[in-house]
């Protein structure tokens, strides 16, 4: 025999189940109308268009410049990504390791980049690189992104260090290795999973950062995203399929990084810090 509170979680299950697919749908049939819009040649009636053609898609390089614009997507992306891991890796280990007067202060001030919206500190990290001649460069829109890409390399790594006995560091100090040695031949090896995951995580958001890289991009330093934008509201006439085509390469690119980046993720080490238990 049931009890109600049996009927009342079935209820529960069954409406959160209702929700996840109608969101599911509806995200569905936005990505399906921008993908059939961007090979359709006319859509006025009817649920599919007249024809398709590829066309829009090289209309689309050209009027767009998507070469010059993915070159300068991959430049910025690259720049954050490395400057990133070469920043919040020690970061990491040194939360990890060592306890310091202001410890929670200092992971206080990591996280709060990621816990306010980007343009809370945005407009005020734009004029202070215009001021300083960097606003409106490629440079300006790699350092806008440092921001908050850097901490959340120390926040996706510091599990990862986490989980490594100590003891190893330790037995590697008494036979003799420094500290360079032990971080390049033992730490490496065995932070690389999580190195890659955090790499990864920050390419894909930094691909995806619209408001910092709107505020600090010129004329020459627009990543993909940007231009999406300008595309869509700049003055002049320009043709939706055009832009449809441009938004797909957009999801695309986004897409692949996104499954690669869940290749190398263990999503348990993202929820919390997981510890290894130490043998007494």
């Known amino acids: 025999m049931l009890h109600k509170s049996d009927l009342g979680q079935g209820a ?3 409406a959160f189940g209702v929700l996840m697919a109608f969101i599911i749908l509806n995200v ?3 990505v399906a109308v921008v993908a059939v819009n961007s090979f359709g040649t006319q859509w006025f009636t009817g649920w599919l268009p007249e024809a398709f053609t590829t ?3 090289s209309r689309a390089w050209k009027e767009f410049q998507l070469g010059d614009v993915l070159w300068t997507t991959a430049l910025a992306v690259g720049a954050v990504v490395l400057l990133s891991v070469l920043i919040g890796v020690p970061a990491a280990y040194v939360l990890a390791r060592v306890d310091f007067p202001g410890k929670r202060l200092v ?3 990591f996280l709060l980049p990621l816990l306010v919206p980007p343009m809370t500190y ?3 990290l734009a004029t202070v690189l215009y001021q300083v001649n960097l606003g409106g460069s490629l440079w300006g829109v790699i350092l806008a992104n440092l921001v908050p890409c850097a901490p959340f390399v120390v926040m996706v790594m510091t599990p990862f260090i986490e989980q490594i ?3 190893v560091e330790v037995a590697a100090r008494v036979f003799g290795a420094g500290t360079l040695t032990i971080f390049r031949r033992i730490l490496m090896p065995l932070l690389l999973p999580g190195i890659m995951a955090a790499s990864l995580l920050v390419l894909v958001r930094t691909i995806s950062m619209f408001e910092l890289t709107f505020l600090t991009a010129g004329a020459d330093s627009q990543t993909l995203v940007v231009a999406l934008y300008y595309a869509v509201f700049a003055a002049g ?3 939706a399929q055009s832009i449809d085509a441009m938004a797909v390469i957009y999801m695309l690119t986004t897409l692949v990084w996104v499954l690669i980046a869940f290749r190398f ?4 080490q993202m929820v919390g810090k997981v510890r290894v238990q130490k043998s007494s």
């Open 55 to 57: 066309n829009w898609y």
């Open 28 to 30: 569905a049939a936005i």
């Open 237 to 239: 006439i320009r043709s």
């Open 12 to 14: 529960i299950r069954i």
């Open 122 to 124: 945005g407009i005020p």
């Open 107 to 109: 992971t206080l001030l």
């Open 265 to 268: 993720i263990d999503p348990t």
């Open 165 to 167: 006995d100590t003891r």
